[in-house]
């Protein structure tokens, strides 16, 4: 517990002083960027760890709320109230998501998002009267919460800190809770949960919806931090993306899409400037995520350690018993 | 009327192309339930490799569309043999080590092929075209359509009519059983595998000549891939035909006719069928 809470700690300090460690304004932006694909990563985690849920569609709700803000601005329209048109406009679209998808778990999932995401992909690109094609929207500025300008890179960053932390807590306090609780159940025995009394479908729209904010966020964060859209942001890798940071990180834990996301961004944005071939990089890292630690880094991170302590500790006392079935992280 | 003419046979043409690719496509999906999301990479792989051989080697264009076939079957069989074979029923490692795999993939084509699209000259012989009753059909789209209807009836005949593909549909039936009566299904998902990216592989040498090669085709051909399954349903070989040709029309006529809804028309129909039948409209209902 408290080696738990010391690595808390680093986290928050160091997480706080980016602005002064971090060489470059460059780099600020990036630790931005990552906080961003974070949020996004932990609303996609929602359903993958703790639903059983792949969705390969996020990219779409993600990209209602980015058009939404940016067509809202572009019309004249107030922070205030593109950030809330965005928020409300991506939950109509996630219920209407969930309302769909929810008829199938299992990879029937993952292709009825995949379709909705699609879907959303093709009308951002074509339906050019209003998403203006591939050509997409930008905006002119940033808002200033309590007259703070977010134009430096390191305001906006510790905006978005701000942000990602809110999103971090609301996860924690949702996964804790007993619908979080509830969700795990119907991730690992639907029909026992539905014979307890459960109503499975209203557990899993429930989760659908809190991903589906704070996918919203995610692409709110991100249509000011670019201060451009275009269906770019909606592919089928865009979509992908999260789902690998997630995996890759670790599904059904915290910390695993936050590692997964600074994974991939930091091969996307500072591993590229070195090497040429960093798409063939991060395809590589995936695979030997997949052959080494099937479970995701940060579990298998883990138990690697959790192990390495036992032979430690272990070693000079060697009349100790091993206790079968340590519990799993 | 004419240019509804050539929006039919484009269509079909089309329709034939995505049989191709889907077909190896359901059929994995069917057997081993991976979702095979290096299917368009595969298809990819196989153009830009026939590319190669017919352009830079000057060999007839044939040989280029089996050494396609051919060097894509053995990238499939390793791929299951070394890495999906791992992961049985691990579906969130399956979607990671296959987006994973497409990624080196399309990398290592921009590699090697630069980011130039590549142009396959149509195979000698079919080129021209022929006049019937007036009308004017060029041959190597036809002789597409008729090379996908023999790779279908052929698909069909080793699936109905041997002994493999008895062992096949009973592994794509129930799989625990079939190893209890003595089958060795994890061979078969090898066969299956590397047949599905053999037929993927000469589908995109096949649509070379008409679609040319150029870095993110696997982006454009894998989601159609998923369209024509879904529709279809997983692990039926008449669903995809069927699923294929619909599709096939779907995109040409929405893209001449409703060109600012185009994808959305595309994937509306998908979405109602997985709404109204989720198995898709030849697929059999899973336990």
């Keep these: ?329 | 009327m004419n240019l509804w003419l050539l929006l039919a046979i484009n269509s079909i043409t089309f329709g034939g192309l995505l049989f191709l690719l889907s077909a190896g496509f359901s059929l994995i999906f069917g057997l081993m339930r991976i979702p095979n999301l290096t299917h368009g990479s595969m298809f990819m792989l196989g153009a830009y490799v026939g590319a190669s051989v017919v352009g830079t080697f000057h060999l007839p264009f044939w040989i280029g569309a089996l050494v396609a076939a051919a060097a894509v079957a053995i990238f499939g069989g390793v791929v299951e043999r070394f890495l999906l074979r791992r992961l049985a029923g691990a579906e969130q490692a399956q979607v990671l080590v296959t987006l994973g795999i497409s990624l080196i993939v399309a990398d290592f084509c921009l590699m090697v092929w630069t980011g130039d699209p590549i142009s396959v000259a149509t195979p000698l012989g079919l080129v021209g075209g022929v006049h019937v009753v007036g009308l004017f059909f060029p041959t190597y789209r036809i002789a597409i359509i008729l090379i996908a209807c023999v790779i279908g009836a052929l698909l069909w005949a080793l699936l109905d009519c041997t002994r493999l593909g008895a062992m096949i549909r009973a592994g794509v039936d129930d799989p625990q059983m079939a190893r209890v009566v003595g089958i060795r299904v994890s061979r078969l998902f090898t066969i299956v595998f590397c047949l599905g990216a053999a037929i993927a592989g000469f589908g995109g040498i096949m649509g070379a000549p008409i679609l040319s090669v150029y870095p993110g085709l696997d982006n454009d051909m894998l989601p159609l891939a998923l369209v024509v399954v879904i529709l279809g349903g997983t692990g039926s070989l008449l669903g995809s035909l069927v699923g294929s040709f619909v599709i096939g029309f779907i995109y040409n006529y929405g893209q001449a006719l409703f060109p600012e809804l185009a994808y959305f028309v595309l994937f509306l129909p998908m979405l109602v069928v997985l709404v109204l039948r989720p198995q898709g409209l030849f697929g059999k209902q899973t336990p």
Aim: charge should be positive; proline fraction near 5%; include cysteine.
């Design chain 1, 1 to 329: 517990m408290t080696a738990t809470r010391i690595g808390f700690l680093i986290a928050a300090v160091s997480l706080l002083t980016v602005p002064l460690w971090v060489p470059g304004d460059y780099y600020v932006s990036v630790c931005s960027q990552i906080l961003i694909y974070a949020v996004f990563a932990l609303g996609v985690d929602v359903l993958i760890g703790y639903g059983g849920l792949v969705s390969l569609g996020h990219a779409g709700l993600f990209g209602i709320a980015s058009y939404a803000v940016a067509y809202s601005l572009a019309a004249g329209v107030g922070h205030i109230a593109a950030i809330l048109i965005g928020l409300v406009l991506a939950l109509v679209g996630t219920a209407i998501f969930a309302a769909l998808s929810l008829r199938v778990t299992g990879i029937g999932f993952i292709m009825i998002t995949l379709a909705i995401g699609e879907l959303l992909w093709g009308l951002a690109y074509r339906w050019i009267s209003v998403t203006n094609g591939d050509n997409g929207i930008s905006v002119a500025s940033r808002p200033a919460p309590f007259g703070i300008a977010l134009d430096a890179p390191s305001h906006f960053y510790y905006a978005t800190l701000f942000v990602f932390a809110l999103s971090v807590f609301a996860t924690w306090v949702f996964i804790g809770s007993p619908l979080g609780a509830s969700l795990k159940g119907t991730r690992d025995q639907p029909r026992r949960m539905n014979a307890l009394g459960y109503h499975v479908w209203l557990i899993r729209f429930c989760a659908c919806m809190f991903s589906g904010l704070l996918t919203a966020i995610a692409g709110i964060l991100f249509i000011y931090y670019t201060q451009f859209i275009s269906p770019q942001t909606l592919t089928l890798t865009a979509s992908a993306e999260p789902v690998l940071m997630v995996i890759s990180g670790g599904s059904g834990t915290l910390l695993g899409p936050i590692v997964g996301a600074a994974l991939v961004e930091i091969v996307k944005n500072i591993a590229s400037a070195y090497i040429e071939r960093w798409n063939m990089l991060l395809g590589a890292i995936f695979v030997a995520i997949v052959i080494f630690m099937p479970e995701g880094l940060v579990p298998g991170t883990t138990r690697l350690v959790r192990r390495l302590l036992k032979a430690w500790v272990k070693a000079p006392t060697a009349a100790v018993e091993p206790t079968p079935g340590e519990p799993a992280p």
